[in-house]
């Protein structure tokens, strides 16, 4: 007999060793369920493999599932597939870089474009004459005043010329900045006054208009010049635009231009009755002929301006602008500011000059207005918001860039820069300042764009520290220009007329005749050269050049390794189980 509590030792054990015994015997179980499950998988997939090659469109695939096929030849097909493959990798992203950095071609417009479908062009004349002496031989000439001027630069710091009134000096001071600027030397010394508001002085030194302005027609009506003509301010003083937008329709409110931009003519007041005109909408459905800006409605001379320009031999002053007098023109559209220095045609006194003019125009095509200004190259008018305009073109975004620029650099902008009212306006120590800003600036983009050039980042798109990308509709107005001598005194001569010349002694007289050579014209038009269809039907001509594929190709792959895998899975553990 055992004592109790060895029997109870003895089945502890016993019972351990039954369980031990069991759960290796489960375990065994359950690994060789996992092997039949594993080969079970194995077998389907491969089975699945095969049937897929057999079946495939895609070419070359089939020779790889083949189990009789030999391997040599197996590896043979397996590097054409992989070679064809590489293949349509690099021409596919050949096409999408082409996509991605070029979307965007300007060709032809389908059709031809009427001029009475875009404005007239805005017309500025500026006249070489900057000041009229009131009294001649009482006033001191703006030569005596600069050759005073350049003795004191190098003798003081300080101008302070004698028996000078004080308009006289304020108009010197104003003429110093309208006249020939790039002989202003850097360092020029101080001139005694006050602040000047530049555009009252150039306003009291003004010409008489309808002296200069002799008469105009518009559209074969003869009228007064000042029924068409604003003054507009501009780098080379006081000028006169026909047909551009008011001021106020340019700048915005709280800008200096906009505080002075007068009255409106009699022309501009037909916009109020209409939707107003902009370049990208163009002219309301149901505008009338008149309409402001003006329009016409053929080519040639009696469908333009005509205008008879006079000055006279005793009030030219050579020593302001040189020996070039005359008139400077400038042709732009009607939302552009003029910049007069940097493209205008000259017209010399004595000749009868005729611009032809012929349209430069570009549209857009709706499909490019989802793309980025970056990869289009243009802006449409609410993408690029400008500080001190209300209209986005290039050459507007241009001269605010330089008037910020210059205000860096010199800490003050020229008279005739668009600026806010707190803006510091340059005085006459300045002028060498603000005269190089501009050659600083377009240094300063070239360095800028030539280092991105170099460094391989042009290719994704250069935004310029101006960021002054082209507008998506834009419109140039090139001319063709004709002259002849105009003799206005053997004229008079011939038709006995004596009175004119005693009435306006020492003239010298133009004529200038702008008109459209052509009623209808060739636009422009940016529209996509690779859209999305075009890239995918470019993809799809490469896939099946290459290997038969095509997107029935990728749902037959999707097909066989989804619900065929299944399938073949189910059928085989059936046959397991059986």
Same mark, same amino acid.
């Given at each position: ?392 073109? @290039?050459?507007?975004?241009?001269? !605010?860039? &330089? /008037? #910020? ?9 020229? +008279? =005739? ?110 529209? @996509?050269?690779?859209?999305?269809? !075009?890239? &995918? /039907? #470019? ?9 038969? +594929? =095509? ?28």
């Amino acid at each position: 007999m055992f004592p109790k509590s060895g029997r109870d030792d003895i089945d502890f054990d016993l019972e351990r060793g039954v369980s031990i015994m069991l759960g290796e015997k489960q375990r065994e179980q359950r690994d060789h369920h996992t092997s039949d499950d594993a080969s079970t998988a194995c077998e389907g997939l491969l089975t699945t493999y095969h049937e897929y090659c057999a079946h495939t469109s895609i070419h070359g695939v089939q020779y790889l599932g083949e189990r009789e096929r030999p391997l040599r030849e197996r590896i043979f097909w397996l590097c054409t597939f992989v070679i064809s493959i590489y293949a349509c990798a690099t021409l596919i992203s050949s096409a999408y870089t082409k996509w991605t950095e070029t979307p965007v071609i300007v060709s032809f417009a389908e059709k031809s474009t009427p001029v009475w479908n875009i404005p007239f062009p805005a017309v500025t004349v500026c006249s070489e004459t900057k000041r009229v002496l009131k009294e001649k031989g009482k006033e001191t000439t703006y030569a005596d005043l600069y050759s005073q001027f350049s003795e004191e630069n190098r003798a003081s710091r300080v101008f302070k010329p004698s028996n000078v009134s004080a308009l006289e000096l304020e108009e010197f001071r104003t003429l110093l900045h309208v006249c020939n600027t790039q002989i202003i030397e850097e360092g020029m010394p101080l001139i005694a006054g006050d602040d000047l508001d530049y555009f009252d002085v150039l306003e009291r030194m003004l010409p008489q208009f309808d002296r200069y302005f002799f008469y105009c027609r518009w559209l074969s009506r003869f009228g007064e010049c000042e029924k068409f003509f604003r003054k507009t301010l501009t780098e080379e003083g006081i000028c006169y635009t026909f047909n551009g937008l008011r001021a106020s329709d340019i700048y915005r409110e709280d800008t200096y231009q906009y505080q002075h931009s007068g009255e409106a003519l009699e022309m501009e007041n037909i916009s109020s009755r209409h939707t107003p005109w902009t370049l990208e909408t163009g002219y309301s459905h149901n505008s009338d002929v008149e309409t402001f800006p003006a329009r016409v409605l053929s080519a040639g001379a009696r469908s333009g301006i005509f205008l008879a320009l006079q000055s006279f031999k005793q009030e030219v002053d050579y020593a302001c602008r040189g020996p070039v007098q005359g008139f400077k023109v400038l042709l732009h559209a009607p939302d552009d500011v003029p910049q007069v220095s940097k493209q205008f045609v000259r017209i010399p006194m004595g000749k009868e000059v005729l611009i032809a003019v012929k349209p430069n125009m570009i549209t857009m095509s709706t499909g490019i207005a989802d793309y980025h200004p970056q990869r289009r190259q243009c802006f449409l008018s609410h993408e690029r918001s400008l500080r001190f305009f209300k209209v986005y073109t @290039e050459s507007n975004c241009q001269l !605010e860039c &330089l /008037a #910020n620029f210059t205000l860096t650099k010199c800490g003050c902008v020229k +008279f =005739s820069m668009p600026r806010n009212m707190d803006m510091p306006v340059c005085g006459e120590d300045k002028i060498h300042c603000y005269d190089r800003a501009e050659r600083q600036l377009l240094v300063r983009e070239f360095k800028r764009i030539r280092a991105l050039d170099a460094a391989g980042d042009i290719s994704r798109g250069v935004e310029s520290a101006c960021n002054c990308m082209p507008a998506c509709t834009s419109l140039v107005y090139n001319t063709e220009i004709s002259q002849a001598n105009f003799d206005l005194e053997e004229m008079l001569l011939a038709e006995g007329d004596t009175d004119f010349m005693e009435e306006y002694p020492g003239s010298q007289m133009s004529r200038l005749s702008i008109y459209f050579k052509e009623s209808q014209f060739i636009t422009s038009k940016r529209s @996509e050269l690779y859209g999305i269809t !075009e890239f &995918l /039907a #470019n993809c799809g001509g490469i896939f099946g050049l290459f290997m038969g +594929f =095509s997107i029935l190709s990728l749902v037959e792959m999707i097909y066989h390794f989804t619900l065929r895998f299944f399938t073949n899975l189910k059928r085989l553990a059936k046959m397991q189980e059986g």
